[in-house]
């Protein structure tokens, strides 16, 4: 369970977000929804215990991140809005890595990197290194090594981003399974055909507030339109002119 | 610990596999014997006497007594034709000497008579000549006068008065360690040099490539990450140093010293005393450069900002240059400064105060931890992630 509220950030003097609320419940997946720079990245770096809130808190499972950083992290699987890779190492030693950073046992590591190998079709990639992969590729290291500690909550900025179809499929598969499996997801996007299809939740942010949440239905009813795009456009152009 | 651990083994791996990187790295290093042996025999070179020295001569014949005293000092006498100022100039010849056409006139009505001897005072690799050839026409002039004395009837003896005698208290190792000044400079260099990529590489390099952010989101302390990071770097600028050490104290002990009437012996006592005198060098410079690396807007600018501090084992050497005090115990307290004093001292055989060690060491480790702190501190602001 992943509870977001009242979250407010400044840069200088621009306001990112402000009175910031969501939640994301177990075994579902919300979408966090918004144009690029409407403040998705920024309450996400707030959730997962990169940058502090000026007002408000982000709680996973009960845990304020700003309080207790290490606790709330070691239950968040993340794909941040960074995800850069080691080109010198292996797909395999990213996920030693990061495991390690988790505490993981090296027994555990390498049983839950072949199992996320076979989950992410990488065998053929695992034991290479990342130089040269392609941005599918890297993607796929990225998921893995935010999952190598089996993770509760999954937070995803844009993982579908700059990906070709057949990755972009591979990646929505996956958010589909972590449902199954129970997991809170988190995700963004700015695609609005992506949310609709994969998200339970809504969560519609515009101009650094949250405009709209709920069901699908609830999103377009509260629009009064029939069609879920038109409604993030109109919530998002009703926000700006504010 | 673990987490330090899976840093550091992460980051050496990583380091490691960088060959291009890790080859500019220690080709410093490896350099050192090249450019200490070139150094070296061009000193030795400078300061002792050739073989056979040839001096160019207008007008010999115009001063035979004096042309002898050159030939029994073991010049080969040439005679010389043209402009010997155009011939010196462009490096043709070392020095001419001119003999004046009225050398003999002058001579018997006991005029003073001048013998030109034309030089380039810009030159280093002359200079010994030139000094010899001014003490041979010094002393023929001492010995003329003498004669004219005594066929006066007057004792030469009246002539002495005051005259310096020379006391050198400086051992012979101290001299050579004085020649060479620069094995600190660049074992100490070298410190600084060898895990300057990796350093970069692992602060701004991480930022410039995006993974900084992955990084952060594990739940670690910060201050974890950077011990890691500081050991992994410390490790590739230690063995950089070490090797440097070696190669240095190798092309010494192979370098013919003994022709400057020096000599430099090597314990293994002593040996054990430079390492132990140099050992928190490499994590004191890792600290600062990830300190600046992390510091830096970009890559670029670590580059920049890290290369300054190559220079720093310059510092104590030159300001001991200007200001040459002798060493007191405080001077052992400054990272650096302590260290380059050390090894110039071990090196020349002398003793150093036993607290020197400690005195050293736990500044130099101090400061290194308290910068790995400040770093620590600077990757808990959210302006890290955000440039």
């Known amino acids: 369970m992943i509870e977001v509220s009242g979250l407010k950030k400044t840069f200088g003097d621009v306001v990112a977000i402000e009175n910031v609320s969501f939640n994301a419940a177990d075994a579902r997946v919300t979408g966090l929804l918004g144009h690029n720079g409407a403040g998705k990245s920024t309450s996400l770096r707030v959730l997962y215990g990169l940058i502090k809130p000026e007002t408000g808190y982000a709680k996973i499972d009960g845990i304020d991140v700003s309080q207790d950083r290490i606790t709330a992290q070691s239950k968040l699987g993340v794909l941040p809005d960074g995800h850069g890779l080691y080109t010198r190492l292996t797909a395999r030693e990213h996920l030693q890595y990061f495991g390690r950073l988790h505490g993981l046992s090296d027994d555990r590591i390498e049983a839950r990197s072949e199992e996320l190998i076979r989950m992410l079709d990488m065998q053929g990639i695992a034991d290479r290194r990342t130089e040269g992969f392609s941005q599918g590729e890297r993607m796929k290291v990225c998921l893995a090594r935010a999952l190598i500690h089996d993770p509760r909550h999954v937070v995803l900025d844009e993982p579908t981003n700059g990906l070709d179809v057949m990755t972009t499929r591979k990646v929505r598969e996956l958010i589909a399974e972590l449902r199954t499996l129970g997991l809170c997801v988190l995700f963004s996007s700015h695609l609005m055909y992506e949310v609709a299809k994969l998200c339970d939740d809504i969560v519609i942010i515009a101009e650094g507030r949250v405009v709209a949440v709920g069901s699908p239905e609830e999103i377009r009813a509260a629009a009064g339109v029939d069609n879920l795009e038109d409604a993030f456009v109109l919530l998002s152009e009703q926000a700006a002119s504010v | 610990m673990n987490v330090v651990r899976a840093v550091l083994i992460k980051e050496l791996k990583d380091g490691l596999r960088d060959r291009r990187a890790l080859l500019s790295a220690f080709l410093f ?250 050992l928190p060098v490499p994590m004191f410079a890792s600290s600062l450069q990830l300190l600046l690396g992390l510091f830096a807007k970009s890559f670029k600018d670590a580059q920049s900002y890290v290369g300054i501090l190559v220079f720093i084992p310059v510092i104590p050497t030159l300001v001991l240059q200007f200001l040459p005090v002798a060493s007191s115990l405080w001077m052992y307290f400054v990272p650096i400064f302590g260290q380059s004093l050390m090894i110039k001292e071990i090196l020349g055989a002398e003793t150093i105060p036993l607290l020197a060690y400690p005195a050293a060491f736990m500044t130099t480790f101090a400061t290194s931890l308290l910068v790995c702190w400040l770093t620590g501190r600077l990757l808990n602001q959210e302006r890290v992630i955000q440039s």
């Open chain 2, 29 to 278: 290093p490896l350099l050192a014997p090249v450019f200490i042996y070139g150094l070296m025999t061009l000193v030795i070179k400078q300061n002792s006497e050739s073989e056979d020295l040839v001096l160019p001569v207008i007008g010999q014949a115009y001063a035979p007594a004096l042309m002898h005293q050159f030939e029994e000092a073991g010049f080969i006498l040439e005679v010389f034709d043209g402009s010997p100022e155009a011939a010196v100039r462009d490096k043709s010849v070392e020095l001419v000497v001119q003999v004046p056409k009225d050398y003999q006139e002058t001579m018997a009505n006991f005029e003073l008579t001048r013998v030109l001897v034309i030089h380039d005072g810009s030159r280093n690799d002359t200079r010994t000549i030139v000094r010899k050839v001014r003490r041979l026409i010094t002393n023929y002039n001492n010995e003329l006068a003498a004669l004219r004395l005594i066929a006066r009837g007057v004792s030469p003896k009246i002539m002495q008065g005051v005259r310096a005698k020379n006391s050198d208290v400086a051992s012979d190792e101290q001299r050579a360690a004085n020649l060479l000044n620069f094995i600190p400079i660049y074992v100490l260099m070298a410190a600084f040099v060898c895990g300057l990529g990796l350093a970069i590489d692992n602060t701004a390099g991480e930022r410039e490539r995006r993974s900084l952010e992955p990084l952060l989101i594990n739940p670690v302390t910060r201050t974890a990450l950077v011990f890691g990071k500081w050991l992994a770097a410390s490790a590739l600028a230690g063995a950089g140093m070490i090797i440097t050490l070696g190669l240095c104290l190798a092309a010494m002990l192979a370098l013919p010293i003994d022709e400057l009437g020096l000599n430099f012996t090597l314990t293994s006592g002593q040996i054990l005393m430079l390492l132990l005198a140099i």
